[in-house]
């Protein structure tokens, strides 16, 4: 657990107040490590999961190059160690060594984002030395869903065939699954199918919200998939899974839980990360796309709005304990329902917040004013 809980719990008991300390901690926890940079919008798939629905709406842009040197040349400036090139699709980029290059040369770790289907061996021998990192995203644990989500029938090869020259090639890998309620019931599916590959880190996402679709999964969903989580981690192979991207951690009755299993909103920009779209606008991640001025520098950028979103949160998710990691859990506006006590992500469950009846805004409604996730 993060050094921050036990102090700011010891300095409560002395008598101050947890929102004055949880603002302390988020400021001290909002530490840029890493600019994601799409380096295009165009994509090869057009997956039913995706958020942004690059594939289907057939992008074309590239981002310029200019922008690129700009953004990068902010980025060691301010000590910046880690840039991720992500997409769309980036690996669709003929000009994608070029971009990567560029990095390597000014000293940084260089992440990519791929669906690994632009990855055929002779491709990543072409591409070795310059990627040092690479992230692959496996939606389904059976070639048959593979096809169905993907709507490829050589998705599921071709991307088995890029993970296996990865492993040969000794680049470290990560596999993204995106937790829909389909994907959560076959957890065990996915812990069997890479059982075999131990160099290979799972990292279970939760899945985010589209609008079209604002809430991919339950609270009943998301409590499954925590004690899948607990039962796996009883193993040395996957003593450390847990879900990324910003879930509230009152989604579980018990919170504390969630600080172990739950990745929460300090993984997500813009605590630890900011985007860059390609069309060359700043923005806090992947779903909250609205340009940000980055006059100021991208730390100064990164901690000011960490500590805005600390501001908008309910008063209840400002007094929690838990806040400087769970940020109150995605903030996107996709993401968020009105409640008694303010705007809050449908998974958040305000009923596992000690002391939460204090912090409703005015008076109690005689019925629900929100539709609790099921």
Known sequence: MSWWLP??????????????????????????????????????????FCHQDFGAKGGTTTLDMDVFERVLTAAKSEGIKVVRLTGGEPLVLKSIDVFLRRAKDLGFAVIVNTNGTALPEKRLQALKGLLDFVKISLPAADEETMTRLTGNKTTWRRKWEALENLEKLGIRTDILTVMTAENIQQFDSFIRLL???????WRPLRAETQDGDRQPVSRDDIQHLARKLSEARTRERWKYLS?????????????????????????CGPVESLTVTCQGELIRCYSRRDGIDMSKGLRKTNLE??????????????????VPLCRGGCRCDWSLVETPFGSMDYLADPKNIAGADAFIVGDRPSAPAYAPAA
């Open 7 to 48: 102090t700011t719990k010891a300095l409560n008991r002395l008598g101050v107040p947890y929102p004055y300390l949880n603002r302390i901690a988020c400021g001290s926890t909002s530490i840029l490590t890493e600019i994601k940079i799409e380096v295009t919008d165009r994509c090869n798939l057009a997956c039913t």
């Open 195 to 201: 059982e075999p590959h131990p160099s290979i880190c």
């Open 243 to 267: 879900l990324g991207l910003a879930t509230p951690f009152c989604a579980l009755e018990k919170p504390s839980d969630a600080a172990e299993l739950f990745g929460g909103g300090r993984s």
């Open 305 to 322: 709005l960490s500590l805005q979103d600390f501001e908008q949160l309910p008063a209840v998710c400002r007094n929690c304990p838990f």
